[in-house]
């Protein structure tokens, strides 16, 4: 049985006041114990946040490939681990079409958090067009291939299934293409990761909402959810957290 785990990407979102959301959402995490929660802010909210809320696990949104080195503008899994972060999301499909982040990039940025302590989210999805052209599980495959580290283990690894089309947009899959989805990520996990794959949480992200939650929680392989917008006030997020008690 795999614990759920609801992370927030609060993206480039956020600010020292927005922080006051933190408190209710830690007191939420603390009456679900049995869901693990995660909230992601920008760089420079991580240690303002765990400073805040010291019992609520804090993430990155992204880290370097490389432990140190010229790479202006760029964190390291190690800085994010001494800001206080205990998890990163890497490869996020706005960063793999803003940044030109390759599969190879998102598998040496997870090595990397691996190797500095931190658990390693990694995303991935297909556009629109793919999904269109009936590609959608074989680019998600392809994007497994290239991006997972294969010393990742249930403890050290999440994968996030974010189709592209469906963040920010209100949409979301089907229930049955997210249980489609879901089963042949697992089957490619264990391919690549052995029995550890069967442990690997993978999450549905776009779109996840109070409202279907519980309906997308509820399908088998959706380990969890990784949500944008409604995790940026505890209003909208706690009731995802609580759906997820209840599974
Ligand atoms: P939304 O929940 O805003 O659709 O964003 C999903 C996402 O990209 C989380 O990483």
Same mark, same amino acid.
């Given at each position: 049985?795999?614990? *759920?785990? !609801? ?82 999301? !890497?490869?996020?499909? +706005? ?30 999805? @297909?556009?629109?067009? @793919?999904?269109?052209?009936? *590609?959608?599980?074989?680019? !998600? ?7 997972? &580290? %294969? ?7 999440? !994968?996030?299934? +974010? ?7 209100? %949409? ?23 029995? +550890? ?12 909402? &109070? ?37």
């Amino acid at each position: 049985m795999r614990r *759920k785990l !609801v992370a927030g990407n609060w993206k480039m979102n956020g600010s020292l006041a927005a922080l006051a959301e933190l408190d209710a959402i830690a007191a939420a995490a603390a009456e679900h114990g049995e869901v693990d929660v995660v909230v992601c802010p920008p760089f420079t909210l991580i240690a303002p946040a765990a400073a805040r809320t010291p019992a609520l696990p804090i993430g990155g949104q992204d880290c370097h490939g490389a432990a140190k080195g010229a790479h202006t503008g760029c964190i390291s899994a190690a800085m994010l681990v001494e800001a206080g972060a205990g998890l990163v999301i !890497v490869g996020h499909s +706005e960063r793999r079409a803003d940044q030109h982040e390759t599969d190879a990039q998102v598998r040496a940025k997870a090595e990397a958090a691996i190797g500095a302590g931190l658990r390693a989210i990694v995303c991935v999805g @297909e556009t629109e067009a @793919e999904r269109d052209a009936g *590609k959608a599980v074989a680019i !998600v495959d392809g994007q497994l291939d290239g991006s997972v &580290p %294969r010393a990742g283990t249930g403890e050290t690894l999440v !994968v996030a299934y +974010e189709p592209v089309w469906a963040i920010g947009t209100g %949409r979301t899959p089907s229930v049955a293409d997210v249980a489609a989805m879901h089963g042949a990520i697992r089957r490619k996990l264990v391919a690549l990761l052995g029995g +550890e794959g069967d442990k690997v949480r993978i999450l549905y992200g776009g779109s996840v909402k &109070p409202d279907n939650a519980t309906e997308l929680l509820g399908v088998e392989d959706v380990d969890g959810a990784l949500v944008g917008g409604a995790s940026l006030t505890a209003a909208q997020f706690v009731p995802i957290v609580a759906a997820a008690a209840t599974l």
